[in-house]
């Protein structure tokens, strides 16, 4: 059965939360903005967004606040089961976020571990270019989120590649 890709909606914050639980050690977003993809009934992955400001804030950020535009939108969360790596997935929902807000900025980040940043291509992908590697990047939010790090546990230590599509 052929992936297919809907916009996310309240009714998905169960399979959200489990899918986020289960693959990221984490919370599952309050806000349920952003788009799943799902094989036949079965949720297999699932990218949540925000407006920049609300979803980092500047201190986090650092110098890098400088090149984002007030109203860009931030791809905060991405997530693809296991078995659905490597199919496109991650990149197909990363491109529904940047597809749905034409002409603003996209900014995203993806956590770097053994210097590779796994989702690192389904954001150049969708043009989004790297700015900057931020040391420690993470720390701070797993300690105020309580999410657990498959490399550190909590706090999380690693840090995060920023990338950003400009308009």
Not at 115 to 139: H, K, M, Q, Y
């Amino acid at each position: 059965m052929p992936i297919t890709f809907r916009a996310l909606v309240e009714d998905d914050r169960a399979a959200v939360e489990t899918l986020f639980q289960s693959e990221l050690s984490s919370h599952a977003p309050e806000r349920l903005e952003g788009f799943a993809a799902f094989d036949g009934w079965v949720m297999v992955g699932a990218v949540t967004s925000a407006a920049l400001p609300e979803a980092v804030p500047p201190a986090q950020w650092g110098s890098v606040s400088k090149l984002v535009s007030d109203d860009a939108v931030f791809v905060k969360s991405l997530v693809v089961i296991p078995s659905a790596r490597g199919e496109g997935v991650g990149t197909a929902l990363v491109g529904a976020v940047v597809e749905a807000h034409p002409g603003v900025q996209v900014a995203a980040c993806a956590w770097v571990r053994g210097g590779r940043a796994p989702a690192g291509s389904a954001n150049t992908a969708n043009g989004l270019r790297p700015v900057v590697t931020i040391p420690g990047f993470w720390r701070a939010d797993s300690v105020v989120e309580q999410y657990s790090c498959p490399e550190d546990g909590n706090p999380c230590g690693c840090a995060a590649r920023v990338y950003i599509r400009s308009v």
